[in-house]
């Protein structure tokens, strides 16, 4: 018996050659092949950036998202009638290429924390978040803290925290 085939036998002691485990990988299978690789899937740079603004937002330290203006326009837009809904995505702009990403986030800090850590905090949130959901490689997160909110300001939009 050759060392490349196996056999079987069959009831009534008939052998049959089955064909090795390499020459069976290569047997064409209905419908060509691994499912997976039968069609493209896009993913928008809109769904991106949901994922990185969640992310962002569940540091410890992020007061809010996005720059003053963007904010401020959020804030008239979501308390008016029929508005849409909070945008998750607001501070937030991704570049989305078929296997990578690169983010730009504008984020309001906490004062007395130490921006340092909580841009990297941020970094490595919407690194995991985006990589595990999407399977896109995040090259980049760049990050602008635009303002840090004080203790004693009054706040023009609360943002939410996930818990």
């Known amino acids: 018996m050759a060392d490349t085939e196996e056999r079987s036998i069959r009831p009534g002691g008939l052998e049959k050659e089955l064909p090795s485990s390499a020459s069976r990988a290569n047997t064409p299978?209905?419908?060509g092949g691994d499912p997976a690789t039968r069609g493209r899937t896009t993913i928008a740079d809109g769904v991106v950036e949901k994922?990185?603004?969640?992310?962002?937002?569940?540091?410890?330290?992020v007061h809010a998202m996005g720059g003053g203006f963007s904010r401020t326009f959020g804030a008239v837009r979501d308390r008016v009638p029929g508005g849409s809904a909070k945008s998750v995505s607001r501070g937030v702009k991704a570049e989305v290429g078929?296997?990578?990403t690169a983010l730009d986030?504008?984020?309001?800090?906490?004062?007395?924390?130490?921006?340092?850590d909580v841009a990297k905090a941020v970094r490595?949130?919407?690194?995991?978040?985006?990589?595990?959901?999407?399977?896109?490689?995040v090259v980049e997160v760049n990050i602008a803290v635009g303002d840090v909110k004080l203790p004693d300001?009054?706040?023009?939009?609360?943002?939410?925290?996930l818990q």
């Open 29 to 31: 299978q209905r419908g």
């Open 51 to 61: 994922i990185a603004g969640l992310a962002a937002r569940d540091v410890v330290g």
């Open 98 to 100: 078929e296997v990578q």
């Open 105 to 116: 986030l504008d984020i309001v800090v906490e004062y007395g924390v130490s921006i340092a």
């Open 124 to 137: 490595e949130n919407v690194i995991a978040a985006v990589e595990r959901m999407t399977g896109l490689e």
């Open 153 to 161: 300001e009054e706040e023009d939009e609360p943002e939410q925290r």
